[in-house]
């Protein structure tokens, strides 16, 4: 794209968007606009700043990146994204194909693949990590895995991956009825849906599932 390349960064850690924004910043053509430590966070700075590539952590406190993701394109379509993730399991690498995110990489590139990543993405292309490449497909109707989730939580619908993540975390149902603006009710039977899909009755055992899966951090 012609011009300066606005960039708005977003993860949970200050130390890791620091760094970034640090880099970035030295390469000519590049200008981080804002930075969020949310989801919640990103939508609100995304709508403040324009940003035309928005990076984004994956696993982070609040709102799901994924549903970010989603609102986002409805919201403010002309902002590309890329997730920037230490997780590769094959459903976070499914819900970034089917919320269209115009890239994923590894926290494991170095600086200089970032940028390339930037580069490419805000020129209308698309850039993954060659650990997910390896794993995707691409024809006429855009990108897929390669292979169908062999996981439960294929089964799961993203709202019910959402929910499941929520319960990990800890959440009660009215703090999670509040980050998705629904009712309690509402949240009570997606809740029973994961559970009767999953075949597991237990908050706890959800947890533990979920952290097994790797769809949250230990």
């Known amino acids: 794209m012609d011009g300066e390349i606005r960039i708005l960064v977003v993860d949970d850690h200050a130390l890791v968007r620091g760094a970034i924004t640090d ?30 590539v928005i990076l984004m952590d994956i696993d982070m406190p609040g709102l799901v990146s994924f549903g970010a993701a989603r609102h986002l394109a409805s919201l403010r379509p002309e902002s590309r ?28 590139e170095p600086p200089e693949t970032l940028v390339a990543a930037i580069r490419r993405v805000a020129d209308g292309g698309t ?27 294929s089964l799961l619908t993203a709202r019910e991956l959402e929910m499941l ?36 009755h237990d908050r706890v055992e959800l947890a533990r599932f979920a952290i097994r899966e790797g769809l949250v951090e230990a």
């Open 81 to 108: 994204l890329i997730f920037l993730s230490g997780f590769t399991n094959e459903r976070y690498i499914e819900q970034a194909l089917e919320v269209r995110a115009q890239g994923y990489l590894t926290k494991t």
């Open 23 to 52: 880099w970035l910043e030295r390469e000519p053509g590049l200008k981080v606009v804002a930075s969020a430590a949310s989801a919640d966070e990103a939508i609100e700075q995304a709508l403040r700043w324009h940003p035309d």
């Open 165 to 200: 993540r929520y319960i990990a975390q800890g959440l009660s149902k009215k703090q999670i009825a509040h980050l998705l603006h629904v009712s309690i009710k509402t949240v009570d039977r997606h809740t029973a849906n994961l559970m009767a899909k999953l075949e597991i």
């Open 127 to 153: 850039y993954y990590s060659e650990e997910i490449r390896t794993r995707i497909v691409t024809d006429e109707h855009g990108a897929k895995l390669a292979a169908p989730s062999r996981s439960r939580t």
